[in-house]
Structures are given as C-alpha cells and as structure tokens.
C-alpha cells in the first residue's frame, strides 16, 4: 500500500487514509518518513500526555543529525526555533509560557472582545458585496493578523509582510517534506521576521506600551529573566502561532460549512450556534492535522516496539473521526455535544491562544452567516499547503452572490 501522506488526492482528503489506518494499522512505521504514526483516539491523547513522547525535537536533530556543513547552513534558523516553547520540555517549556500565558486567559480573551469584534466587522464588510473573492486572503488571514498585531503592539498594516514570512516558515515548520528548498526559505524569512522584531523591540524598549512585547520585556526583571535571543524568539513565534492556526481554521470551517449546506442554514438561521460550530470544525476539519513528538525511551505501543530517538506523529486529525468516541465521526454536525475533540492538541503544550482562536472564529461564522448567508464556493478544486503537521488552503475563491 502506498503510504504519501503528501500525495495530492490526501492533502486534499486524507480521512479516507487516515480511516483505513487507525481501522487496520493504527500504530504504523512509515517508512517514506522515516517516523511512527499514531492514529486512535486515546493512543494520541495518552501520548500527547505522557513526556516520554518529547517536545524537544529540534535540539537533537540540529546537534546529532547534521554534518558540520548542514549546521552552519541551517544555524540562523536554529538560533531562532530553538527558543520556541513549542520545541520545549520542562522546565524552559513553562518558564517561558508562564510570562506570556496572562496574555490569554479566558479572563484577559473576554477583555478583548470588543476589539476583536471591530476587526471581524471590519474584515467581512470589506468583502460584504456581491462579487468574487479569496476566502483565505481576503478573510481568514486578515482578522487574527490585525488582532494579534494589535496585541504585540506591530502595525498592523504590516500583516502582508508577516504573510509574506508565514507561508515561507510553515513549510519548514508544519513538515514539507517535498518542498526541497524549504530551509533556505524558512531561514531568509526567520531572519527578516527576527531583525524586524529586533528592531521593533529596540523601540519598545525606549518607550514601553500597553502591550504584549513590553510586557514581556518588563518581565525579564523576574528571575530567571529571558534573554534577548528568547524575547525575539518568543515574538516571533507569537506572531507566527497567532494568526496561522486561526486563518486556518476560519478558512477550512467555511469550506465544511458550504459544502453541508443544511449546516450553513442552521447557523444562519441560528447566529448563536457559532460557539458550537467552532468545536466542530475543530474536530471535523481542524488546521492541525498531527503532532510532532520525539522518544526519549522506548515504548511499546499495540505490540510495535518504538525505540528512544525515534519521530512520532501523533494524527489529531484522525483522532477526531475515531468511531470508538464520536458518533457518526463523518458528519459535520455543529449540534455535536459532547465533543471531545483533540484539535487543539492536549495537556502540557495545549495549544496556548486557544480561547483567542475560538473567539474569533466564532465571531467570523456568525458575521458570515448574518452579513455573506449567501456564499458558494467558486473552484471545487481548493489548493492546500503540502505540509504534514498544519492543514491549511492556500486559497479558497468563493462567490458572494
């Protein structure tokens, strides 16, 4: 069986693969990837829980996989990653997400909602009339790169440069495996991102504001403080975690929406459904598709011997469908209750702008359904990143009718 999880027939589907796999094969070595993938329910919660499945995976390979010349090459894109909490295990995971967590509590999220409330009006009245227009480009990017933006304290009429440098770091970060220039890509678009950081926080430093970089470089008081290369870093991780997951799921919830139509008149008919509909995108049609884990012991997992060293992708994506916790996993159904999705991972490194994401995603179905209730989808032919990790359009051309 062939097993190209990057094939273009499942980047464009991958849950009729992923169903056969978690049915027969549910803990398989691909070796195309050269990785574990784990397809059940509570296989990937259990792992995405215990610690033996690390976060740390950027330091091994950069240090113990790399020629002489492959590090040199790929230094300034280290020097950047390997500050992300994402790619962190205790105790540098929580030193550095304990000063930026304040920033998202459901309590400091309520607080924004006006403001994020004016940024989605703003977005779909800007694409209100009748006519043609990029779901992705025109809509889902616009409203959580103005809201995060705003938090960091960036222009925001900059958001097309941090689009510009997104789509070149998502392709190193969320696994394109195909995509051959992938590093050179990423690093020249981590090293713009950095010096403009670099330089924006220079400034913030002479004149703090009532924003999230001053606020953390105010922390840098507490003990242990960051250092300069772990506030750029932090940055530059926010700005690129803030908008990308969020465009994402604004954009991939929209395409299940028109393509169930008896949904879409569900929550046009009833606006308030859209904190629901949310969760369910999140587990129908999320934009994580899998987690990246690294052993640091070996594992027996369904009887398949895991050896410490080895990658592990832990497949949030079919999780969601697993039959043995949702009914009818294949039906996009924005009445579910309960809905134990795992879209936005789950213990330790949950995803952190969790209660932003949801926030605006809700509100954008709701302006949608209320402002665009007449939206088709113009090209039945979407086109979507060949990344492992993320699943994400790269554009979305709908009709306003």
């Known amino acids: 069986m062939d097993h190209d999880i990057l094939s273009a027939e499942r980047l464009a589907d991958p849950s009729p693969y992923f169903a056969e796999m978690r049915a027969n094969c549910p803990v398989h070595w691909n070796e195309q ?40 090459a790929r230094k300034a ?15 540098d995971h929580t030193r550095i997400r304990k000063l930026v967590m304040p920033a998202f509590t459901p309590k400091a999220v309520a607080a924004m909602r006006p403001q994020v409330e004016k940024v989605v009006a703003d977005a779909v009245g800007a694409i209100a009339q009748p006519g043609d227009f990029d779901l992705v ?11 995060i933006a705003e938090l960091m304290g960036v222009p925001a009429q900059d958001r097309e440069l941090f689009k510009q440098w997104s789509d070149e ?12 220039d992938r590093h050179e890509r990423a690093q020249r678009a981590l090293t713009e991102l950095t ?21 953390i470089l105010e922390s840098r008081e507490q003990d242990p403080p960051l250092t300069d290369d ?24 929209m395409r299940a929406f028109l ?24 587990r129908f049609d999320g934009p994580a598709k899998m987690a990246m884990r690294r052993l640091v012991q070996d594992v027996e997992l369904r009887g398949s011997q895991m050896r410490a060293g080895d990658t592990v992708y832990l497949v949030q994506a079919s999780a969601n469908r697993d039959p043995a916790v949702f009914d009818n996993p294949d039906t996009f159904d924005i009445t579910r209750a309960p809905n134990r999705h795992v879209g936005f991972g789950f213990g330790l490194h949950h995803c952190l702008g969790n209660f932003l994401a949801r926030l605006e995603g809700h509100l954008a179905f709701e302006a949608l359904a209320k402002k665009c209730p007449d939206l088709e989808i113009a090209d039945s032919a979407q086109h979507w990143h060949p990344t492992l990790i993320s699943r994400g359009m790269t554009s979305f051309p709908v009709i306003n009718r």
């Not at 480009?137 to 809201?147: F, G, Q, R, T």
């Not at 998502?170 to 495996?177: Q, Y």
């Not at 772990?230 to 799921?249: D, K, P, Q, R, Y």
Request: proline share 5%; aromatic share 10%; glycine share 4%.
């Open 137 to 147: 480009h025109d809509l889902a990017y616009p409203i959580p790169a103005v809201v």
């Open 259 to 282: 393509r169930n139509p008896s949904q879409w008149e569900l929550l046009k008919n009833d606006p308030g459904m859209a904190r629901s509909a949310v969760e369910e995108v999140l």
């Open 195 to 215: 010096e403009y950081l670099r330089s924006h926080i220079s400034r913030l430093r002479k004149q703090p504001d009532d924003n999230l970089i001053s606020r």
């Open 77 to 91: 894109t280290y020097d950047v990653i390997q500050h992300w909490m994402v790619f962190l295990d205790q105790p």
């Open 169 to 180: 770091i998502v392709v190193l970060i969320f696994g394109a495996k195909s995509t051959s």
């Open 33 to 72: 990837y050269r990785a574990w993938f784990v397809y059940r329910y509570d296989d990937v919660v259990t792992a995405l829980r215990d610690p033996v499945f690390s976060s740390d995976r950027v330091r091994p390979v950069y240090n113990e996989r790399l020629s002489d010349e492959q590090r040199q």
């Open 230 to 253: 772990e506030v750029i870093s932090t940055c530059a991780l926010l700005i690129f975690g803030g908008h990308e997951t969020t465009t994402n799921m604004i954009a991939n919830g």
